[in-house]
């Protein structure tokens, strides 16, 4: 399905986001404090734009490994990273979020962005990032959900509903994938059961900060 859409990805998640998605992108890379020094994971790398985000940043991380399923999302991406001059920093590997191709503890920030809710088994992809991740490391994971405020809700679940899939199928000409889209975020774990799962694998200092009125949380956490 990923393969199917990754052509008219990044558009339609500018699109339908009216743009926001860049700034939750960039307040993820900014809760990771980087110094410039830093290897970073970003794990569900999609078309490499929280990849492309975290090496541009002033300062960025001085390397980035992007790994996703899909191989046509990545070869959009290696096309970005291509056009920014980024090559000699950023690498793209097919893996599975479930089975990082990463050794122990070898890198110093890790990231997902929108992403883990497609991971078949969630707990061991978080164990994964916590695996790979070094003494102290951190994490950042942006993941939608569904906003608890009584009129956000309503208009929110209305939108993602019967305005989202239209549009999506139209633009993407794939019947399924932006309908997969509100299903896959009303089956994934609330932001409290989320948190529970990221200290389950180990982490500490786990947060959830809800973002454009609690349609996206920004989860962070650090490697003891």
Same mark, same amino acid.
């Given at each position: 399905?990923?393969?199917?859409?990754?052509?008219?990805?990044? !558009?339609?998640?500018?699109?339908?986001?009216?743009?926001?998605?860049?700034?939750?992108?960039?307040? @993820?890379?900014?809760? /990771?404090?980087?110094?410039?020094?830093?290897?970073?994971?970003?794990?569900?790398?999609?078309?490499?734009?929280?990849?492309? @985000? &975290?090496?541009?940043?002033?300062?960025?991380?001085? #390397?980035?490994? %992007?790994?996703?399923? =899909?191989?046509?999302? /990545?070869?959009?991406?290696?096309?970005?990273?291509?056009? =920014? %001059?980024?090559?000699?920093?950023? &690498? +793209?590997?097919?893996?599975? @979020?479930?089975? +990082?191709?990463?050794?122990?503890?070898?890198?110093?920030?890790?990231?997902?962005? !929108?992403?883990? #809710?497609?991971?078949?088994?969630?707990?061991?992809?978080?164990?994964?990032?916590?695996?790979?991740?070094?003494?102290? %490391?951190?994490? &950042?994971?942006?993941?939608?959900?569904?906003?608890?405020?009584?009129?956000?809700? %309503?208009?929110?679940?209305? $939108? !993602?509903?019967?305005? +989202?899939? #239209?549009?999506?199928?139209?633009?993407?000409?794939?019947?399924?994938? $932006?309908? $997969?889209?509100?299903?896959?975020?009303?089956? !994934?774990?609330?932001?409290?059961?989320?948190?529970?799962? +990221?200290?389950?694998?180990?982490?500490?200092?786990?947060?959830?900060?809800?973002?454009?009125?609690?349609?996206?949380?920004?989860?962070?956490?650090?490697? @003891?």
């Amino acid at each position: 399905m990923f393969d199917a859409i990754a052509g008219r990805y990044d !558009f339609l998640n500018h699109a339908l986001s009216a743009g926001i998605d860049r700034r939750w992108r960039r307040l @993820a890379v900014r809760s /990771l404090a980087l110094t410039g020094r830093e290897r970073l994971l970003d794990v569900c790398t999609g078309t490499a734009d929280v990849a492309i @985000a &975290a090496r541009e940043a002033r300062p960025g991380a001085a #390397r980035v490994v %992007g790994v996703d399923f =899909a191989g046509a999302m /990545l070869g959009v991406g290696q096309e970005k990273v291509t056009r =920014a %001059g980024l090559g000699d920093f950023i &690498a +793209l590997v097919q893996g599975d @979020a479930t089975r +990082l191709p990463v050794a122990d503890r070898s890198v110093e920030r890790a990231t997902v962005a !929108f992403g883990i #809710r497609n991971v078949e088994d969630v707990a061991s992809a978080c164990a994964e990032l916590h695996r790979v991740l070094t003494p102290g %490391g951190r994490l &950042a994971v942006l993941e939608f959900a569904v906003p608890t405020l009584p009129g956000v809700r %309503g208009a929110y679940l209305w $939108y !993602f509903k019967h305005i +989202l899939p #239209r549009l999506g199928r139209v633009v993407s000409r794939h019947r399924a994938a $932006y309908t $997969y889209l509100p299903e896959s975020v009303s089956a !994934f774990q609330p932001p409290a059961e989320f948190v529970k799962l +990221l200290r389950r694998a180990g982490f500490q200092d786990v947060t959830a900060d809800p973002l454009t009125l609690g349609i996206v949380f920004l989860y962070t956490a650090r490697k @003891a």
